[in-house]
């Protein structure tokens, strides 16, 4: 009895622990599990009472152990394992189980159809039951293997009885066809079984999500519950539930807080009563559907509290499944407080934010301009921290450098760095950066594809409005295109500044290599000229080139297999080998090529203007050939500027080489014209000199047929003197040596006296001088002189060319209001359209080379010359058969005279002088011809005072200078032995004889001659034929002497 309280709670504890059914971490091994759980327990149960009932039976009943013996036989085999595999199946060995359960089973069931004698229903009960429990615990699959082994086992069963190996079986059918019955019945049983199980497991799963979704139902409605009571007690809002007919049912503790009442002193009242009287106007009057409707209660209210004081809430209704309906309002009076005090200061905020509004706008704009404009300029930015690491680049800079924004982000800009620059530069840039906050300039930098380009670079900080620095930003623009093109035309400038020079053409050219050598990567070059028969190439310019390469290349031959010079000056166009060690140009001179370290060569042909071969420009690679369109650019260049410097060289040896003749010829012309002016002005002197004597002598005067017969030789004499005279002017104007000396001339003074020297010859010729009326009053810019001798001429030709009975006038014409038209009109023959053109030009005498009319053909060519020194110009009107007018237009000066001035009569007589001392004065002539000794002499006779001596050489005068000490002295240039100038020294040189002056009377009457005289010490230059009073005004001026009034 004792031992009863103890083992009573074991057994307990044991027998609840195993009647429940065990649990698993997945779905489905518990339910596996469960359905074992009830398979075991079934076995147990069914067996043990069929013991019970066995042992009943045999006790009361039969009183035969055997049914019993079976019976207990049978519990052994069933109940003991199914106890083993519960044991199990609570311990986790869930597979074990299933299978210990249904292997015994099997087994069992077989030993008891082997042993039993009269019946194989048990077994065949069993075999089905075994089936269905495998179908249930396990799958189909399982199930129909089971079904398989129990036909089989069947079949054995029949095969055993067949051949008596079993007891003896009470059936009315033999065993085969009884095995194939039941194993028929079996399969339908294991066909049935499976569509049950299916069906039993989907039923199952359903049932088992239903309850799954039920509990999580409930368990969300549970914490929704919870979360509602919370929320309706704790919220800080008012919450109130109404009926249908609008009466408080109960409200929350923030109602109570927030109007006063408790929920007892509003549980059935009307929602109205707490609504104003002015308000209640608003409200449906009837109908609590509407009252309550979302539109009446929505929206802001205002409600009174228990005190009588009002508030504003905001208010939500919300209808509630069970008919009522859910109030929730928050209280908005500090919120109206504020809406008040936000609509007195409204206007002002409104205009601050428009303002504001519209300077966002403004900024919006300028940042997205900016952004545009970042994104499309076409100049480079690049900006960096105060680290100076790349943070930002714009497309151009991609563009210009190659370099992506991913490939340069967070490097430093010294990658572009082309080495061009020294540590010095970058100090001073980076130091005008931090001082003046900015540097600009030009750089050198290197692309991502290893060429160098040129920039024009501005660096400045990047600083906010409170002046601290965030960076710095660059931005620059690729002017490698504008550098070179300037380096060319600096080029240019300095090749042409050297040809105008007259710099010699290697120099030319060594600068034009050396230029290309700088620009272009990797090349040498040379410039090769084409000798003077064409057939060979002789070397022009190679600096830096190996001596032994152009030793080799002097002298090429013109041909193909000359390397590329010979072939491009063989074929005239541009020859570009791109690999000398196999191309056939090279096969001759490839060895020397390789040696010099050539691997490619382009030649190009110099050509000139005309497309003349001159030469070659050469251009030696040490890198195969990869110009870029800039290095083309300059190699063009050269190519160009070669071949001008060539031609232009070659043109000026040919100029030179003309000018040195024209020179020799122009001397050779020179000294004819001296060595003519000479011998005719000798002869001349005599004939004009004594011509004058005759006429001047008042002691023996000639009579009027002598004076005619006298004059006559002095006209042709004075003529031969003027061509003479005409021909070394035209000389000088052309050699540029005739010097004008222009002035005020008035008119008045100049025609008398052009009247009066061709009177003569207009009454020779019959032909009536019409001269205008004086005064004049007429002032002109010109040289007197050249004036005068140009309407000489005029009128000459007009009388000359005219008909006897004719007439020749001049008249004015005021070309403008700077310019006088003087006119000589005549009557003449004209002069024929086919031959106006030739008019001008010297030596044509247009068809009177024959006539009697004489004249040189210079005349028209030297006025026209001596007009346009004086700045005037010379025309010309003309019909044959009726006569020609010829006009000159000088500078006028428009005044009117004050005083007028006579113009002379046309006479002109020697002045007399009086001499300082009484007596007599001595002068030396010292000349070698005995005529012009003889008419010195004559000439001096009729001087009073005047003592002379003579000498016929140096020598002889330098004696008589010595021993008489002469006032004055004449001397002749060309004498023979000593010349005048040898002569002058020497008295220039002698103290006793240096004061004299000395005055040259010589034939040597050119420009040259005059100067160079006048440069070695004469006081004074005369010319032969001697004028008689020019001799006799020198001779006065030198000799002190005065003007007799």
């Not at 039993?200 to 799963?205: D, E, H, K, V």
């Not at 039920?214 to 539930?241: D, N």
């Not at 009446?296 to 228990?306: H, P, Y």
């Not at 002295?969 to 000593?978: A, E, K, S, T, V």
Request: aromatic share 8%; glycine share 6%; with cysteine.
């Amino acid at each position: 009895m004792t031992a009863v309280p103890f083992a009573s709670p074991c057994l307990t504890n044991a027998l609840s622990r195993y009647l429940r059914p065990p649990s698993f971490s997945d779905e489905n091994s518990t339910h596996t599990a469960f359905l074992l759980h009830v398979i075991l327990w079934s076995w147990v149960l069914v067996v043990t009472v069929f013991v019970l009932i066995s042992y009943g039976f045999t006790a009361y009943v039969d009183g035969s152990s055997t049914l019993y013996e079976r019976a207990l036989t049978a519990w052994l085999v069933w109940v003991v394992p199914s106890a083993l595999f519960l044991v199990l199946l609570h311990h986790g060995k869930l597979r074990l189980a299933i299978l210990g359960h249904l292997f015994v089973s099997w087994t069992a069931t077989s030993a008891m159809a082997l042993t039993a004698g009269g019946t194989m229903a048990p077994g065949l009960f069993i075999y089905a039951v075994i089936i269905l429990e495998s179908g249930l615990l396990l799958w189909s699959s399982i199930g129909w293997g089971m079904a398989a082994l129990c036909t089989l086992s069947l079949f054995l069963l029949a095969v055993a009885e067949r051949q008596q190996l079993l007891p003896e079986m009470t059936v009315t059918h033999g065993p085969l066809s009884r095995a194939g019955t039941i194993a028929i019945m079996l399969w339908l049983m294991v066909a049935l079984q499976t569509l049950a199980t299916r069906t039993i497991r989907r039923s199952l799963q359903q049932a088992r999500q239903e309850l799954t979704e039920r509990r999580a139902a409930e368990a969300a409605l549970a914490v929704s519950e919870l979360q509602y009571r919370t929320l309706f007690e704790q919220a800080p809002i008012g919450v109130a539930i109404l009926d249908a007919a609008g009466r408080v049912q109960r409200i929350n503790p923030g109602t109570e807080a927030m109007l006063g009442y408790s929920e007892a002193e509003l549980s059935n009242q009307s929602v109205l009563s707490l609504i104003p009287q002015p308000d209640l106007a608003q409200y449906p009057s009837a109908g609590t559907e509407r009252l309550c409707s979302v539109e009446a209660i929505s929206g802001e209210k205002r409600l009174r509290r228990r005190d009588g004081s009002l508030i504003h809430v905001r208010t939500g209704v919300k209808a509630l499944p069970d008919g009522q309906w859910q109030v929730a309002f928050t209280d908005i009076s500090d919120l109206k407080a504020a809406e008040v005090v936000l609509r007195q200061s409204g206007e002002a905020l409104e205009r601050r934010v428009e303002e504001r509004t519209r300077a966002l706008s403004a900024a919006n704009d300028e940042l997205l301009l900016a952004a545009i404009v970042y994104r499309t300029c076409g100049e480079a930015i690049l900006v960096t921290n105060n680290d100076n690491q790349i943070i930002s680049v714009n497309p151009a800079f991609t563009e210009i450098t190659g370099y992506s924004l991913e490939a340069v982000i967070g490097r430093n800009p010294k990658l572009l760095s082309s080495g061009a620059q020294d540590a010095a530069f970058y100090q001073a840039m980076w130091l005008a950066i931090e001082t003046s906050n900015g540097w600009q300039g030009e750089i050198c930098n290197r692309r991502k594809d290893g060429q160098n380009y040129f920039e024009w670079l501005t660096i400045r900080k990047v600083l906010d409005d409170n002046g601290e620095q965030h960076g710095y930003v660059a931005v620059f623009s690729d002017i490698t295109r504008q550098k070179i093109t300037h380096e060319l035309d600096r080029h240019h400038n300095q090749v042409l500044e050297m040809l105008t020079k007259d710099a010699p053409l290697p120099a030319i050219l060594e600068r034009i290599v050396l230029f290309v050598q700088r620009q272009v990567c990797h090349v040498q070059c040379a410039v090769r000229v084409l000798d003077g028969e064409g057939k060979r190439l002789l070397h022009g310019a190679a600096p830096g080139l190996p001596d032994f390469f152009n030793e080799a290349m002097h002298g090429l031959p013109i041909g193909l297999e000359s390397g590329s010079s010979g072939t491009a000056i063989c074929t005239g166009e541009m020859v570009k080998v791109d690999n000398i060690a196999s191309h056939p140009y090279w096969v001759k001179f490839r060895e020397v090529a390789q040696r010099a370290g050539f691997v490619a060569s382009w030649s190009a042909p110099l050509k000139s203007i005309a497309c003349q071969k001159l030469g070659t420009l050469d251009i030696y690679w040490r890198a195969p050939p990869a110009p870029n369109e800039d290095e083309l650019r300059i190699i063009q260049s050269a190519i160009q500027l070669a071949g001008l410097a060539i031609e232009r060289k070659q043109s000026e040896d040919e100029v030179r080489s003309c000018w040195e003749a024209a020179l020799q010829a122009n001397v050779a012309k020179s000294e004819f014209l001296s060595n003519m002016s000479h011998e005719l002005r000798t002869p001349l002197n005599s004939v004009l000199g004594f011509s004058q004597l005759l006429l001047s002598d008042e002691e023996h005067p000639l009579s009027e047929e002598q004076k005619s017969y006298v004059q006559i030789v002095l006209d042709g004499g004075q003529h031969l003197l003027n061509l003479i005279n005409d021909i070394l002017d035209l000389s000088k104007i052309e050699s540029s040596q005739i010097d004008t000396h222009p002035d005020n001339v008035l008119l008045d003074d100049i025609l008398p006296q052009c009247f009066a020297l061709v009177h003569s010859l207009a009454e020779k010729n019959a032909v009536r001088l019409i001269a205008p009326e004086y005064p004049l009053s007429l002032l002109v810019y010109a040289d007197a002189t050249r004036l005068r001798q140009v309407l000489v001429n005029l009128l000459s030709n007009a009388i000359k060319y005219n008909q006897p009975g004719g007439s020749v006038s001049l008249s004015f014409n005021p070309g403008s209001e700077e310019r006088l038209q003087i006119c000589i009109t005549d009557t003449g023959i004209g002069i024929p359209i086919n031959k106006q053109a030739e008019l001008f030009k010297p030596f044509q005498r247009l068809g009177f080379e024959n006539s009697a009319i004489e004249g040189s053909g210079i005349g028209l060519a030297l006025t026209k010359r001596l007009v346009e020194l004086m700045h005037g110009r010379i025309g010309f009107e003309s019909r044959a058969g009726i006569g020609s007018t010829f006009w000159i237009e000088l500078p006028w000066i428009k005044e009117q005279l004050t005083e007028r001035i006579s113009p002379p009569s046309g006479e002109i007589s020697l002045p007399a002088f009086i001499r300082p001392v009484a007596a007599p004065q001595k002068v030396l002539y010292i000349e070698d011809n005995h005529f012009n000794l003889f008419y010195i002499q004559e000439l001096l006779q009729s001087v009073e005072g005047v003592h002379l001596l003579t000498a016929t050489d140096a020598e002889q005068g330098l004696k008589l200078a010595e021993t008489e000490r002469p006032d004055l002295i004449l001397l002749d240039i060309n004498l023979p032995g000593m010349d005048g100038y040898e002569a002058l020294r020497h008295l220039k040189s002698s103290p006793a004889t240096a004061p004299i002056p000395v005055l040259a009377l010589t034939v040597n009457a050119t420009p040259e001659d005059m100067g160079k005289g006048l440069e070695a010490g004469f006081i004074d230059y005369l010319t032969k034929p001697v004028d008689m009073e020019r001799v006799i005004t020198a001779l006065a001026t030198h000799l002190h002497w005065t003007v007799a009034s």
